[in-house]
């Protein structure tokens, strides 16, 4: 029995930090008109009955560039870095969706998202040829 316990207790352990360790690929146009559904365990947090909302939100200052994605914020900050690439660079990299990763943090940290996956990574599509990748801190906050 003890053995039992010993062994699951490494199972939880290794499924936590593999979990952690997970870098998650965001895709952005913030020129899109899209809309996005909130679910409605999420409209209580933003403060509002509302359905949908635009699936993109851009708002650069001086220090820091705001990305809203379905109202979940990310946060750019001058201390990491700015990557430039080509579109083409794109067909190697999984972007995950905003709806599953949301199901995710609220499973495992809604109050800190940001210590739930090891990086998040926000690609915004420039032009035709050009994307920008952004290191970010996904951040909990209440309307």
């Known amino acids: 029995m003890k053995n039992f316990i010993v062994i699951l207790f490494f199972l939880f352990l290794k499924t936590s930090i593999a979990q952690q360790n997970e870098v998650i690929n965001l895709w952005i146009d913030s020129k899109s008109e899209e809309k996005?559904?909130?679910?409605?365990s999420q409209r209580g947090r933003y403060h509002?009955?509302?359905?949908?909302?635009?699936?993109?939100?851009?708002?650069?200052?001086?220090?820091?560039?705001?990305?809203?994605?379905?109202?979940?914020?990310?946060?750019?900050?001058k201390k990491y870095k700015i990557d430039t690439c080509s579109v083409k660079n794109i067909k190697g990299i999984n972007?995950?969706?905003?709806?599953?990763?949301?199901e995710k943090v609220n499973n495992k940290n809604p109050l800190y998202p940001e210590k739930v996956f090891k990086k998040t990574y926000i690609f915004e599509k420039i032009n035709d040829s050009v994307m920008v990748k952004y290191n970010v801190k996904w951040k909990y906050y209440i309307e």
């Open 36 to 40: 996005c559904n909130i679910p409605k």
């Open 95 to 102: 972007f995950s969706s905003i709806l599953d990763l949301i």
């Open 48 to 77: 509002s009955e509302i359905n949908t909302v635009n699936k993109y939100e851009k708002y650069v200052s001086k220090s820091k560039i705001r990305f809203y994605i379905c109202k979940e914020l990310f946060v750019w900050t």
